[in-house]
């Protein structure tokens, strides 16, 4: 068995976004960098998370548009009414595919700027010293000027719905290779939704189960109100404000989910969607300063420092958004924060948010209640894509852009506070208002910019032009 030692500017522990950019970035910053990672580079973004989720919504969106070729005046051939069918291993080989090229890219990525992957688990210990248990059964012990924690997080679970047979978190989700009949989600938040999204577009029945009063409860009420309606219509069954009681499988993969006050829906698949937890369980941290709070977090101060003298922690392990653009953008914070260049801490209250089910959610900055509970007067628009004509010409007409800006004191709109999007590929709009929220720009300024002819973005630029108190669209 191999003993190796050796020291390093950075060592970051966990591959994934946080881990996988720091180490890249910091390379190309001239540092020397070791990279522990003990399973895939990619961590759950790459593997079990954003990618393989987004590939499997990306075959809903092409049945979509096969179920509605007819209306461009395309003949598939289908007999008329009957909708496509979905060969669902396919999909999974697609989807993996797309995985091992990504990560076979960061794997040559590393080795380009000479960034020393060590594939093993990682432990941290007094002197920023890490132990690493090597896949290979040897074991090697690096010390860094500086260490990044980047561990991520794992799913959460809930008692009674042990994964298994039909009960599922996302990690299983994504490995199937069959689409099931009958899907219950448990839990209404951004993940859940796109797999119900995914699930229905392709033809399953599906049921999503929500603690809370209403599904999406971050959203804006406008832009959560189009989801429902549009979920409603491809016939998901949201029940609110219901608690899971436990399920009764009934021995030939099926199980019957017991919710609410003796209701009930049997199903093939149970997809516990519950939110994910900081995964700091292989750490070590004894003998160091990194303080988990008692949610298991890593507790970090604005620049991502942990309570250990040159450790900092990034990523799902922080009690930040848990993205990974904000790992991304943590990963290069802590780097231009070790190389003394006194770097801008994140503005967590103003990041990209997206989500990925059909319609698309995207937004920046607080949302109408939002801005008003933090004290804003606010001017509001929204514009419906119903009318745009790029909108029409995608056959994609639901959902809606509004605008929340701050009232001066003559009552006209001033520095855009928020902006929030719902419809066709909102996710790929919402860039020319994040850049508003976060440059606090004003809508007279914003309003100067040229959208092009025709675009789903022009909606934006319409809705901050009707914020000036002038228009040409109502
Ligand atoms: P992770 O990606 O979790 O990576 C942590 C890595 O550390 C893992 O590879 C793990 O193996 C490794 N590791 C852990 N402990 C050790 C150790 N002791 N030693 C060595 N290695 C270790 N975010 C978005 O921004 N957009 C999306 O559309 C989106 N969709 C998602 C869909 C799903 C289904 C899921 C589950 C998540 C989604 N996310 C999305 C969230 C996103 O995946 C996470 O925010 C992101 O992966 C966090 O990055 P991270 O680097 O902090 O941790």
Not at 2 to 12: A, T
Not at 208 to 219: D, H
């Amino acid at each position: 068995m191999s003993e190796r030692s050796d020291h390093f500017d950075l060592v970051v522990i966990g591959g994934g976004p946080g881990g996988y950019c720091a180490a890249l970035y910091g390379a190309s910053a001239g540092l020397n960098v070791a990279l522990v990672e003990k399973d895939a580079l990619g961590g759950t973004c790459l593997n079990r998370g954003c990618i393989p989720a987004k590939a499997f919504l990306e075959t809903a969106a092409v049945k979509r548009h096969v179920d509605h070729a007819a209306d461009f005046g395309i003949e598939t051939g289908a007999p008329e009414g009957s909708a496509a069918s979905v060969a669902f291993a396919r999909t999974q080989e697609r989807k993996q595919g797309i995985v091992r090229q990504l990560v076979g890219g960061i794997g040559a990525m590393c080795k380009n700027r000479n960034v020393e992957v060590f594939n093993g688990t990682g432990s941290l210990s007094a002197g920023r010293t890490v132990q690493v248990a090597m896949g290979d059964g040897g074991s090697a012990t690096i010390t860094g000027d500086f260490v990044m924690l980047a561990s991520g997080s794992v799913p959460r679970l809930i008692p009674g719905f042990e994964r298994g047979g039909p009960i599922m978190t996302s990690d299983e989700v994504l490995d199937l290779d069959t689409l099931p009949a009958r899907v219950a989600v448990i839990g209404g938040g951004a993940i859940g939704c796109e797999f119900a999204s995914t699930f229905a577009d392709l033809g399953s029945e599906v049921t999503i189960l929500e603690g809370l009063p209403k599904i999406l409860p971050g959203l804006d009420n406008d832009v959560a109100n189009v989801v429902v309606k549009s979920f409603r219509k491809k016939n998901i069954a949201i029940k609110t404000g219901v608690m899971v009681n436990g399920h009764t499988p009934d021995g030939n993969g099926a199980t019957t989910v017991a919710f609410g006050d003796g209701e009930s829906v049997v199903v093939d698949a149970v997809v516990v969607s519950v939110g994910r937890r900081p995964f700091a369980d292989e750490l070590g941290l004894d003998g160091t300063g990194v303080q988990v709070d008692e949610r298991g977090f890593v507790v970090v101060d604005e620049f991502c420092q942990t309570g250990e003298s040159g450790v900092y922690a990034v990523g799902d392990l922080i009690n930040t958004p848990q993205l990974a653009h904000v790992a991304y953008a943590e990963a290069i914070l802590v780097v231009k924060h070790l190389l003394g260049e006194n770097p801008m801490p994140v503005m967590y209250d103003r990041v990209p948010w997206a989500i990925y089910c059909h319609p698309e959610v995207a937004w920046a900055g607080p949302d109408e209640q939002q801005a008003k509970d933090a004290g804003h007067d606010v001017v509001v628009a929204k514009h419906p894509f119903k009318f745009n004509s790029r909108a029409m010409i995608l056959g994609e007409t639901e959902g809606l852009v509004k605008v929340i800006a701050k009232k001066r004191a003559d009552g006209t709109a001033g520095q855009v506070l928020g902006v929030h999007m719902v419809g066709p590929w909102v996710t790929e709009q919402l860039s020319g208002g994040y850049l508003a929220v976060n440059w606090e720009a004003t809508v007279d300024e914003i309003a100067e910019f040229i959208q092009p002819h025709p675009s789903l973005s022009e909606l934006f630029g319409e809705t901050v032009l009707s914020l000036t108190g002038r228009n040409f669209n109502g």
